[in-house]
């Protein structure tokens, strides 16, 4: 028993699997009382079935999978304009500022996301371009990295590794008749010699198979083995075993522990988001394949809470910003991120709120291009998410947030959010540890604020949260003393009030506002001013934010760099209070 759910047999479930497929079992089989179908071991089996993709295909001309398509359509061109790889990038020993760490990391993502992509759209069409060109680039993606299959593993090589090896798997299944036989042969024997070499020396590790293990980059490289395994089950007679790892790691580690008690995930929002992607990826395929179904059993895991409370406003297509849709969130983990969850969400769990939101994405089924690019090689971090959208949105589930809770506190992380209803111009507020602070209102953020003071001692901190319905009230507290507080009157009103500060206090904002007399406002759509303390001035390029990572030792490329507007407030007696307000046809 884990949290009150008990596993399946895993292992006595997983030999019925294997003994099923090499016997071409075709009745369905009961075990241990739960129904079990025979594993699918045609292809496509992981997010469709043969069967399934005449209706698919059809649904191109309708409603929100026509959008979804066009989408898909459009960047397959993108795609099918890239080059092939035909490089190893060969990972080293001496790597200071993690270079080396990233250029491998964002061209196997490269990689993946375009075969991936381009296998997705070939399945959904039947076009024989989109097939040829994902044989080309998966045989091509497969020979560039085929010497990592050998390599020591390492928590370094395995985060990317296991994506890689997951998209060459999806490639695989998608565009099997694409491929000779000799080319399925080759495909086979990349994959699975990868798989086994990091199932033997890494996955099955005491530290690695350990409850320890649980979060971001377990559920990541776990749930991609499993896709490969699903992949090649029937096919390799070690995938079976490859199987059985994932799906108990899965029911004793990464569905119970894999996020905080509260659903955020304490390694930051973005995560939470990738958590889930490589949740479903397996989940999804674990059932189709073998009928084994983890939701059921899993649900209270698998909340939607940490997007409900800080989806913010619709995505358009283009180059994405932070906090532009979703708070708190950088620039590659906005709206286009989220929404592909959302959408199986929605679909698993008839949740209409999800559904609501997830369709705020107006670009659904492009491949995400990101802002990151590693600075000598010009290695680009791409995301694909299109095809999963296309498959999981069910248009029978009407998107309508119902009794949605507008507010949510996540003590595991200690923030806080309040929204003033579910229009995607309306005001969305929330508030963090340090009293770090955002206000989106009218499509766009207004209020960047980073934290205030010094940081106070472990413990003396705290972020609260009263909602009486018409009135939602953040705090953030120090010492049992507010020092940062948000008061949201519904629907179009906020208060924010700074207590303690010995200092002008500035934020930024994604859109330059004007200046009307004493007030600040955006497009005629959201007002600000000052109730204590004074707007002194606004610096229009004054905050320019760097993309960097490993520990902030590597700086990334910026394709859209942008200088935003900065504003300062000067305090009145050690304290400050806005008022920003929504005005007009909003």
């Known amino acids: ?29 009961s075990l241990g009382g739960a129904s079990l179908q025979p594993p699918s071991m045609s292809h496509p089996r992981l997010y469709c079935t043969p069967a399934e993709l005449e209706d698919l295909r059809a649904k191109r001309t309708d409603g929100v999978h026509a959008r979804i398509w066009r989408n898909i359509s459009e960047s397959a061109d993108w795609c099918m304009a890239q080059p092939p790889r035909t490089e190893w990038i060969a990972p080293v020993a001496d790597d200071p500022i993690y270079e080396n760490l990233y250029d491998r990391f964002y061209a196997m993502m490269m990689d993946m996301a375009i075969i991936e992509h381009l296998a997705f759209a070939h399945a959904l069409s039947g076009d024989p371009r989109y097939g040829e060109a994902t044989r080309e680039r998966t045989l091509a993606c497969c020979r560039a990295w085929k010497p990592d299959a050998e390599a ?15 998209g060459v798997a999806v490639a695989y299944d998608l565009a099997y008749g694409r491929f000779t036989p000799e080319e399925r042969d080759e495909l086979r024997g990349m994959l699975a010699a990868t798989a086994g070499n990091y199932h033997q020396r890494y996955f099955t590790t005491p530290d690695k198979a350990g409850p320890g293990f649980h979060t971001h980059h377990a559920i990541v490289e776990f749930g991609s083995l499993g ?18 790892t994932t799906t108990k790691k899965f029911e004793e580690h990464l569905l119970p522990t894999g996020l905080a008690e509260d659903g955020a995930q304490v390694e930051g929002a973005t995560f939470w988001a990738s958590t889930m ?24 895991y698998m909340r939607p809470d940490l997007a409900l409370a800080s989806v913010a406003a619709e995505k358009r297509p283009g180059w994405n910003e932070p906090h532009q849709t979703v708070i708190f969130s950088p620039p590659y983990g906005q709206l286009d991120y989220y929404a592909p969850v959302l959408l199986m969400l929605a679909r698993e769990y008839k949740d209409t709120a999800s559904q609501h939101l997830a369709l705020w994405d107006q670009s659904l089924g492009h491949i995400q291009k990101t802002r990151y690019i590693t600075p000598n090689r010009r290695e680009q971090l791409l995301f694909e998410l299109g095809g999963y959208a296309y498959v999981w949105y069910d248009a029978g589930v009407v998107p309508d947030p119902g009794e949605a809770a507008l507010s949510y506190r996540f003590p595991s992380v200690g923030q806080a959010y309040a929204r003033g209803d579910w229009r995607p111009d309306g005001l969305l507020v929330g508030l963090k540890n340090m009293g770090e602070t955002v206000v989106h209102a009218g499509g766009t953020p207004v209020l960047i604020a980073g934290g205030i003071g010094s940081e106070p001692p472990p413990g003396s901190q705290s972020v609260t949260l009263r909602d009486a319905g018409d009135t ?29 500060l010995d200092a002008p206090l500035s934020f930024w904002c994604l859109r330059p506002p004007k200046r009307v007399d004493d007030r600040l406002v955006w497009e005629d759509r959201v007002e600000m001013s000052a109730a204590t303390g ?7 390029e004054g905050y320019a934010p760097a993309h960097a990572v490993g520990n902030g030792r590597l700086t990334l490329i910026d394709p859209m760099p942008r200088k935003y507007p900065t504003v300062r407030v000067d305090p009145a007696g050690g304290e400050i209070a806005i008022r920003v307000q929504l005005i007009g046809n909003h």
């Open 227 to 244: 896709v490969v395994a699903l992949t090649l089950l029937g096919e390799v007679p070690e995938a079976a075993e490859w199987l059985e």
């Open 1 to 29: 028993m884990v949290n009150g759910v008990a596993p399946l047999k895993t292992s006595l479930l997983l030999i019925f699997v294997a003994a099923a497929a090499s016997a071409g079992a075709v009745e369905q089989t």
């Open 277 to 300: 992607h490589y949740r479903l990826f397996f989940m999804d395929a674990l059932r189709r394949v073998t009928g084994k179904n983890l939701f059921g059993p899993y649900k209270q």
């Open 152 to 166: 020591e593993p390492d928590g370094g090589k395995a985060y990317a590794v296991s994506r890689l090896i997951k």
């Open 534 to 540: 004074r707007l002194a001035g606004i610096d229009t």
């Open 472 to 500: 939602a009230i953040l705090e953030c507290r120090f010492d049992a003393e507010p020092r940062v507080s948000m008061t949201l009157r519904r629907p179009d009103t906020l208060d924010v009030h700074w207590r303690g």
